[in-house]
């Protein structure tokens, strides 16, 4: 059977369900969301005389629920624009109308009975052959089904989404005993392509796998906190980036998560998994306990384990100290083991450094992966039974860099054992098993591909669908070409793939360096080149601390220099024999930004967050960016038509600093380019699939592209426009006078210099006009000032 989705129904409209319905709206498939109907019309409805029967009145939940969706930050949903694909009504006038969708989801209230009762009103309706799944994160999936057709129950499983749905990647499914294979199958491949997830595999077991392990370790750190004496402010430097987990850390997540979700999973695991050998440690330690008391939930309620105030100096977050229960400023944790681990860049470096540190980090951290391997190593197979979904899961859900067995094989399987029976602990049979027969990893990998031990065998085993996927970290053995920042790789069939890992991935001398070299090779000895890495981000931009070097000594030849080979090396991507491929995600601005808009094509992650945003720095764009979007409005004039607003509407991109939320609201910015540039939801493909677009271009006879003299510019009649807009804004007080000035640059670049009328000029025209303008900026006490602010503390001053 060829199954398709075209439209879905999501029954439950809360922070979950909602959300669920923007993220599918988001990939642009139809959704019905339905919820309860009031009890009674409000105030406001009644005093509208407005009653039960009004159909205002009956959807007002599902309405206000879309509505707080639609206007939460971070949004749900890819673009504004997607929410009408959403139509909603309720369970009692609207059920009927499930019939018409392919694929049913339930998000209701964690409560079996009110679940079995929303499923008895869905097989009424329900067209044989629908997909039914329930987004639970604690009810058993087989006790839903139980009852039901089976029609149903072979068309029925577990779907559990991450919250926010958006932007955790996570989507384990949960086949029941009766669920059709076939059906578990297309789950599987539909959350990977369709809607960008890592799809993982679970067994029917108490919080699945991602809760399961994730919760175990938060109540894990809970434990080593007390015993060792340390505050939340401690802990969550010791549980961040640092070693690879989010910034939220431990305690700002439970606050994100909410502190009384987390107490219900420990409490649902220690009741449900009689057999789990760390039971004790899902035991509620009594300062949690007060802080549910206390209704201090998080985020939710206002204050958790943290709490933001408003004082006199501005926003304040101050930390509970768990002794008192009163909260007081933040503290700074001091460790010398993670002050010297935090300047080196590759994590597992980093990871190796502290655990073998002997200062109370390490002392943390040794206790920390004790509790953590024991447990893994008996939950396989409990929860699943193979260690790389165990190791998805916490990556996709919980945002863990290096997932729990690959973090053991970083710092070895037999020291790992150690670690465990020193703290007391015990290790599961099939890991010593494992050692006993000669195998010293979880993990491998051999020619470029990655492969499991596989406990059944007593082998390793490809980890599948990973044939879809291209990892250069897996590629080593096909460098190419390296210098200190890049690695070019040899990704297969001709096309070559250049990385670079510098500091937030920023763009410098070797980096550029890099870009010259691997065209060169792609030219001499393949078929195309792509520009992509496994980064967090792609770039945050041209490295920021050379040029307020260059500019605060006021080497401006060295800086003249630069810039010439920034613009030289982004036309060389444009202007190659081959086709070059750029793979934005994540941060890509200023020069990352650039290179995106001078590839042949794009192949963005949907999370890409692309912009120009020089104007922040007191500078313009000075890697073609400026003439790019010159040239792109010169490309929109219309014989007969208005040319100003076009060309406003790019100067006001660039003069804003408009950064795009998306790769599809990177479409309305006009830097990605409908028909040429293509986005890749799961952030997993977007390599392989910028790989694959290069074949495509070089398949279609791929041409050197003739460098451009046909840009049409406006010259003095739109600078002027442009001009005595800036000077109301200044008037305004809506920008600073130094704002005004480095707008007014970047009009002049833009309308191609003071031009008497309108002139078709050169790339390489409007290239030096840029040059001079960035040049001019770098002489500027006040840009100096905002690039030193941005090297201090990250963020641009206002001046």
């Known amino acids: 059977m060829q199954r398709r989705i075209n439209k879905v129904a ?7 369900g909602s959300r669920i319905a923007c993220h599918f709206a988001g990939v642009g498939v139809k959704v019905l969301l339905l919820d309860i109907v009031p009890k009674e019309p409000n105030e406001k409805e009644k005093a509208k005389g407005l009653t039960l029967e009004s159909p205002a009145v009956r959807n007002r939940i599902v309405n206000d629920a879309l509505l707080a969706a639609v206007k939460s930050n971070p949004s749900p949903l890819y673009t504004k624009e997607a929410a009408k694909h959403i139509t ?4 009692d006038d609207d059920m009927k109308s499930i019939a018409g969708c392919d694929w049913i989801i339930e998000v209701v209230v964690e409560n079996l009975d009110i679940k079995k009762k929303v499923f008895e009103q869905v097989e009424k309706y329900r067209t044989p052959g629908t997909l039914i799944t329930s987004n639970t994160s604690g009810i058993p999936i087989h006790l839903m089904a139980e009852g039901r057709s089976a029609d149903f129950q072979k068309h029925f499983c577990g779907t559990h989404f991450f919250n926010p749905p958006r932007y955790l990647r996570l989507l384990e499914i949960i086949p029941t005993p009766h669920t059709d294979p076939a059906v578990t199958d297309f789950l599987m491949h539909y959350g990977d392509l369709y809607l960008g997830k890592t799809t993982v595999l ?3 077991t108490p919080a699945f796998i991602a809760n399961r392990v994730g919760v175990f370790s938060i109540m894990a750190i809970f434990h080593i906190m007390q015993e060792m004496g340390l505050g939340i402010d401690e802990v969550d430097a010791l549980t961040g980036p640092v070693i690879g987990r989010p910034k939220s850390a431990t305690f700002r997540t439970a606050d994100v998560v909410g502190i009384d979700t987390l107490v219900k999973v420990a409490k649902g695991v220690a009741e449900n998994a009689p057999d789990d050998e760390a039971r004790a440690i899902m035991n509620i330690p009594p300062f949690l306990q007060k802080v549910v008391e206390n209704n201090w939930l998080g985020d939710k309620t206002g204050q958790g384990f943290y709490k933001k105030t408003k004082g006199e100096g501005g926003k304040e977050i101050l930390t509970l ?10 503290q700074r944790a001091k460790f010398a083991s993670i002050d010297a681990a935090k300047p080196v860049e590759d994590l597992k470096q980093r990871i190796k450094m502290l655990a073998g540190a002997g200062d109370k980090a390490g002392e943390f951290y040794k206790n920390f992966h004790a509790y953590l391997f024991s447990y893994i190593s008996h939950r396989i197979p409990e929860i699943a039974d193979d260690p790389y979904k165990v190791d998805d899961a916490m990556k996709a859900g919980f945002g863990w860099e290096i997932g729990a067995f690959e973090t053991w094989d970083l710092l070895g399987v037999e020291n790992g054992i150690k670690t465990i029976k020193d703290k007391g602990l015990t290790v599961a049979a099939w890991v010593e098993d ?21 406990l059944a065998s007593k082998s390793y085993k490809a980890v599948p669908g990973a044939d879809a996927f291209i990892i250069l970290e897996n590629l080593s053995n096909n460098i190419v070409w390296k210098n200190s920042a890049c690695n070019l790789y ?37 078929r195309g080149l792509v520009l992509a890495n496994d980064a967090a981000n792609f770039s945050a931009g041209a490295n920021v601390g050379m040029i307020f070097m260059f500019a605060a000594e006021q080497e401006y030849d060295e800086l003249d220099m630069a810039i010439r080979l920034f613009q030289r090396s982004t ?37 890409t967050y692309i912009g120009l945003v020089e104007l922040g720095v007191g500078l313009i764009p000075g890697g073609g960016g400026t003439k790019e979007f010159a040239l792109r409005a010169s490309d929109e004039y219309k014989e007969g038509q208005i040319e100003n607003p076009i060309l406003q509407d790019r100067f006001l991109t660039i003069a804003q600093a408009k950064v795009a939320t998306s790769a599809a609201e990177a479409f309305d910015l006009g830097i990605l380019r409908h028909g040429t540039d293509a986005v890749s939801l799961n952030h997993s ?13 070089a398949d279609a006879g791929y041409t050197r592209p003739i460098e451009r003299t046909d840009i049409r510019v406006l010259g003095r009649g739109a600078l002027g426009a442009m001009l005595t807009g800036i000077n109301a804004m200044k008037f305004a007080n809506y920008i600073s006078e130094h704002d005004g000035k480095i707008a007014g640059k970047l009009a002049y670049v833009m309308c191609g210099g003071d031009l008497s009328e309108p002139a078709l000029v050169s790339e390489q025209y409007l290239l030096d006009l840029e040059r001079e303008a960035f040049l001019s900026l770098c002489g500027e006490r006040k840009t100096l000032e905002r690039l030193q602010s941005v090297l201090k503390t990250g963020k641009p001053v206002r001046n």
């Open 685 to 697: 493909r977007i390599i392989a699939d910028a790989k694959q677009k290069a074949l495509e271009l």
């Open 88 to 91: 909603t009504g309720n369970f």
């Open 571 to 607: 036309m060389r991507l444009r202007y190659s024999s081959i086709p070059v491929v750029v793979a934005p995600h994540g941060l890509t601005l200023g020069g990352g930004c650039e290179m995106s808009l001078h590839a042949d094509a794009v192949q963005a992650g949907a999370e």
């Open 434 to 454: 494992m050692l006993a027969a000669g195998v010293k990893s979880f993990y491998k990998v051999e020619g470029g591909k990655k492969f499991y031990y596989d």
């Open 490 to 526: 040899d990704i297969g069939d001709g096309i070559l793939s250049l990385e670079w890992k510098t500091k937030m991935n920023t763009i410098g001398g070797e980096v550029l360096e890099g870009v010259h070299k691997s065209v060169d090779r792609a030219e001499k000895d393949f």
């Open 321 to 330: 100290n768990l002794q008192t229960m009163e909260y007081g400023p933040k």
């Open 202 to 204: 679970c067994k029917d």
């Open 10 to 16: 999501v029954l439950g409209s809360g922070v979950m």
